[in-house]
């Protein structure tokens, strides 16, 4: 069934949920011990959806390498503008930010999201 599950829509375990801008400086926190993800998705756009599935169908073997942190930002809107401001990466949906270090280290959007794009920058860091 993959990672959401679809009948009542609800988040894994394994993603953390964004919804407040205060998650933020946890997440840089966190990123001194694991690389942090962010993946800012546009729940009623098709690239976003192409992109969250592909992330759900492969995500298990990078589970262990990193947390990613869920952004519904058609929910939460705000968070969002938040994100592209307190990271400096400009909004783009869908979009992945990765923190590493206390820094942003990668960002890429849209059709760029993939596994093979995140297990490669989690490979260089």
């Given at each position: 069934?993959?990672?959401?599950?679809?009948?009542?829509?609800?988040?894994?375990?394994?993603?953390?949920?964004l919804?407040d801008?205060?998650?933020?400086?946890?997440i840089?926190?966190?990123?001194?011990d694991k690389?942090?993800?962010?993946?800012?998705?546009?729940t009623?756009?098709?690239?976003s959806?192409?992109?969250?599935a592909?992330l759900?169908?492969d995500?298990?073997?990078?589970a262990?390498?990193?947390?990613?942190?869920?952004?519904?930002?058609?929910?939460?809107?705000s968070?969002?503008n938040?994100?592209?401001?307190?990271?400096?990466?400009?909004?783009?949906?869908?979009?992945?930010?990765?923190?590493?270090?206390g820094?942003?280290?990668?960002?890429?959007s849209?059709?760029?999201?993939?596994?093979?794009y995140l297990q490669?920058?989690?490979?260089?860091?």
């Open positions: 069934m993959g990672l959401f599950n679809r009948r009542s829509g609800s988040m894994p375990s394994t993603w953390i949920m919804t801008t205060n998650q933020l400086d946890g840089v926190k966190a990123s001194y690389p942090q993800i962010i993946f800012k998705d546009s009623t756009c098709g690239i959806a192409r992109a969250r592909g759900q169908e995500w298990t073997p990078i262990d390498l990193a947390d990613l942190h869920y952004l519904d930002l058609l929910s939460y809107r968070v969002s938040e994100v592209a401001a307190f990271t400096g990466v400009q909004h783009q949906s869908p979009q992945i930010i990765i923190y590493h270090n820094s942003v280290v990668a960002d890429t849209h059709h760029q999201i993939s596994i093979r490669g920058i989690l490979d260089q860091l």
